[in-house]
């Protein structure tokens, strides 16, 4: 049974720091690209960052420089590091894992982060 558990979210001041991390179990962690996803209230699940089998990042414009995506396949775990947290970053945030050269997704639960301003 795969699943991916995410944790870290919390309420936070603007301009401060979170740390979300997701545990993924039942997959072969190696193989799957890991990403961020979060989902504000009213809008569309957008991507925040991603990271490759070989650890290659990509984010969205409205986090480079402030979030940093990272992976330890020793503990199946990816992180996400949330600096200089805006109002608007305020979402619930999911992990998701894709197979390597397969259409196979599988989501977390999310968690929630709120950013007061």
């Known amino acids: 049974q795969v699943q991916l558990v995410e944790s870290g979210g919390g309420l936070v001041q603007a301009g401060g720091s979170l740390r979300l991390s997701c545990v993924a179990s039942?997959?072969?962690?190696?193989?799957?690209?890991m990403s961020w996803y979060r989902q504000a209230p009213g809008k569309q699940r957008e991507l925040v960052a991603e990271?490759?089998?070989?650890?290659?990042?990509n984010y969205a414009d409205s986090v480079k420089g402030r979030f940093t995506i990272s992976r330890d396949n020793a503990k199946n775990t990816v992180h996400l590091q949330m600096n200089s947290l805006k109002p608007e970053d305020t979402a619930v945030y999911y992990c998701r894992a894709k197979r390597a050269f397969l259409d196979t997704y599988y989501w977390g639960q999310g968690t929630q982060v709120t950013v007061s301003s």
């Open positions: 990271i490759s089998i070989v650890g290659t990042t």
């Open positions: 039942g997959i072969n962690f190696n193989y799957n690209f």
